[in-house]
């Protein structure tokens, strides 16, 4: 493919199937440096399997991601991840302090546990999600955005160059969604790139800079300004999407 | 007499086993509840009865470490068959566990009934792996049991925060680089351990319990999984060694039973009593809540029923109350008793209530909070 | 009848009668109740047995049935705290009543003529001893008739509760809105379950009973999807199942039980190997063809996604090397799918670059429309 930039995330025809049927068809992207960058695309799209694909969580049939121009093996201590909240049981005997510090883990490798360091990391991390006065909460005792927030906080502590985080916003209240906008752009203006499934079209234009429209293959992706626009949305929604005509204006 | 009881050479052994056995699966338990397979010790130790078995058939030996090697391999074995059904098939967790276990000891069945019939005088006492005879349990045995649990738990040490990031979050766990499925295979490999030392104290079935019952109960009593496992490890301990007592001091009770029966007791007490989740601790919560829920109507009740007369402080006669709430008789008394208590309202000499300074700013706060 | 066939019909009888509410186990996957209740019953077995002091009395089944239905209801109960999950309670509840069992019977081992072996275990070769008499005639074994009375009240609950139990099993929240309270369907199912346990495992121990009620079932479950043939193949499977672990039983001169619950396994196994489409040979096979299919439907979406056979082609992307660059092919793949897609008439080779002709057009959008 051609940019003009030089690429953070270049995904080259991903194709990923559960037996016989793709779910993702032969997905090409190039994710440039220091955006924030939304998939969306109706519910089965295959957001969340792009996702974790591009991660090797989910083995890909065919195709290759690289991130940085290495392959992506290389450089999987380059990605942070915020998993689906509810993919964990909050019932386990933890509090949020130890769930950050797990944001370390990956760096220390086997068997090392996390020292003194990691802790002033881990704090500062909380402290950047606002929650410094839940570090030693049972992590059950929190509320979903306070969750969301714990988990961003272990993303942090990953100290990655790419986020990849799987429905952020989702169900959070208002505290927490401001709090993580403003986390996501302070990591933009550090220079690094975040990836997001995002359910919700109406924010779109205002949080993210970039999107990928997906729906079992890659629709378009690039600038939300020339993307995101009601010709691309119907390709990927169909007819489902009402609202469109409403807020065509707004919307492109 | 508990010393006299301590100088007995088979009790001494039979306590020091039933403690080790208590330790080793009350801790590795721990993570196999938390990662909600409770029930793979069960299937581990019905899997592992073909492997003793048939390890005494080729051997013709009952040397500790051939049988439990013996148990071991049937149990790497259960464990494949369970990834591969789970992992290749529709058939989840919990079918692929009900057929490994019943399979196994279905053909572990068949190989004993081989053996019963072998003409070797040798082939006695392999049928205590079923119910367990703990009496039975000689030096040797516990040297075994020393080894394969201590391997065990520094093998759970060692890879300890791996396995605490397994058991909360295994996808972030392949995202941060580790290889999760050789993690999940050496950890159900330790709770296959744990089980193949339980066997012989407590039997197949009530191995189980061993598993679950101390990590299901020392959870009601802590937030931290450091805390979690060692408490499980002591509760383990505790019931081991009580139940091994108890099965010498009573007549006709025999071991296994009487550590289940003491593990239950624990689980029964830490689910009632534990602090905050306990079945105890909800139930005095929600009393409380609904009282202060009954207190708080009563003063904005009171509050309101101010306003028609020109004094906020107008006393009213209890039964006038009683008549205006939806909530039990019983609870506007309590309710106004505790009231009066914090000096929110007053009793005046012929028992009418009426709401004090700090009563109306109170009654006058909740109106906010509501609005 | 001869023995043999008098054990023989009481086994095939006792696998259908486990299958039928063994599916709705699997189903529901639930399969572990199974080996729960099987063990649980025995405390309720021996305090029916201390009140009647008569061990075919129907009191001891009523107790037992009583203690199936006292395991399901407690676990529910201690899932329901939210304190432990539904495994561990499960895990919690039945070693402890089993436990207590083994008590009572240990106690009073001396009167009781109670064998917790035999519970477990179970010897079906002793089944024909115990005859049905009616005034003087022979009916045949005890266990045959019981089981026979078990098998047909399981079949008339699951075909007046068919719809219920079905739609509770797939959807129990859709059941639930309409008016079935799935949970009064669960406690039906558990007497069953309860009620099953009880019958078989006095002829054939509880072990055989929690094979013959998940391994046929969920060998089933690999060869049909639909509910109705899933209940007459994993009852088919367990019967025949009962059959062979019987012959070699007799041949080996080994346990019953344990032979007949091998069976169940063996035959898991060769469902598991050979099931026409989900089985893991037939998976594999078509793993094999399936992957040059798919690499085939693959060439061509990438080919018509980066303007193949028009005139806004991209010939980077087309060209044959690229696809061991950027798919990830090996380069004898690349060249195997290339050549059959070229067979099929989809693409046109040109020097180095894949063209796709109307038709390879044609076959790319419908694989992306699908």
Known sequence: MEHNFEPVIQVNDLTVSYHEKPVLWDVDLAVPPAVLMAIVGPNGAGKTTLLKAMMGLIPATAGEVSLFGKPRKEAMRRIGYVPQRTAVDWDFPTTSLDVVLMGSYGRLGWIKRPGKSEKIAAMSALEKVGMTDFAHRQISQLSGGQQQRVFLARALLQDSDVYMMDEPFQGVDATTERAIIALLKELREAGKTVVCVHHDLQTVPEYFDWVTLLNVRRIASGPVSSTFVPENLKKTFGGRISFLKENEEGVA | ?371 | MNAHLEILSIAVVVAIACALPGTFLVLRKRALISDAISHAVLPGIVLGFFMTGNINSPLLMLGAVAAGLFTAWLTELLAKTRLVKEDAAIGLVFPVLFSIGVLLVSRHAGNIHLDTDAVLLGELAFAPFDRMMIQGTDLGPRSLWSMSAILLLNSVVILLLYKELKLSTFDSGLAQAQGFKPHRLHYALMTLVSLTVVGAFDSVGSILVVALMVAPPAAAFLLTKRLAPMIFIGALIGAISAIIGYGVAVLGDVSIAGSMAGACGFSFLVVLLFAPQRGLVAQQVMRRTQTLHLGVRMLVVHLSHHGSGTNQMDENECRKDHLTQHIAWTASFANKVAESAIKQGFIMPHHQVLKLTPKGILVAQEAMTQ
């Open chain 2, 1 to 371: 007499m508990i010393f006299s009881i301590l100088q007995d050479y088979t009790l001494r052994h039979v306590i020091f086993g039933a403690a080790i056995l208590g330790i080793v699966s009350g801790t590795l338990g721990s993570f196999a509840v938390l990662r909600q397979r409770s029930l793979l010790g069960d299937t581990m130790s019905h899997a592992a009865l073909p492997g003793i078995a048939l390890a005494f058939m080729i051997t013709g030996s009952k040397a500790p470490f051939i049988l439990l090697t013996g148990a071991a391999l049937a149990g790497w074995l259960g464990t494949l068959a369970i990834l591969v059904i789970t992992g290749r098939t529709r058939i989840k967790e919990d079918g692929a566990q009900g057929i490994v276990l019943s399979v196994f000891f279905g053909i572990g069945l068949v190989l004993l009934s081989r053996i019963q019939r072998m003409p070797s005088a040798a082939k006695a006492g392999l049928d205590k792996f079923l119910f367990g005879q703990a009496a039975t349990l000689l030096t040797s045995d516990i040297i075994a049991m020393l080894v394969v649990g201590g391997t065990a738990m520094v093998v759970m040490l060692v890879l300890w925060k791996e396995f605490k990031l397994l058991s909360f979050d295994p996808e972030f766990l392949t995202a941060s680089g580790f290889p999760t499925r050789t993690l999940e295979y050496i950890l159900t490999f330790l709770i296959v351990g744990a089980v193949v030392i339980g066997l012989q104290t407590v039997g197949v079935v009530l191995m189980s319990a061993m598993v679950v019952a101390p990590a299901a109960s020392a959870r009601q009593w802590t937030n931290r999984l450091e805390g979690m496992v060692a408490l499980s490890g002591v509760f383990g301990a505790i019931a081991g060694i009580s139940g091994a007592l108890i099965s010498s001091l009573v007549e006709k009770v025999p071991t296994g039973p009487a550590i289940v029966l003491a593990l239950g007791c624990i689980a029964a007490c830490s689910l009632l009593f534990g602090p905050e989740r306990g079945i105890l601790s909800q139930i005095l919560r929600r009393q409380r809540n609904r009282q202060t829920y009954a207190a708080n109507r009563i003063l904005q009740g009171l509050w309101v029923l101010s306003l028609h007369h020109k004094e906020y402080q107008h006393p009213h006669a209890i039964d006038t109350l009683e008549a205006l709430f939806t909530i039990s008789r019983g609870s506007v008394r309590g309710g106004l008793e505790a009231l009066a208590s914090q000096g929110l309202i007053k009793k005046d000499s012929i028992g009418r209530f009426a709401l004090t300074p700090l009563g109306r700013e109170k009654a006058l706060a909740l109106e906010g909070e509501q609005s």
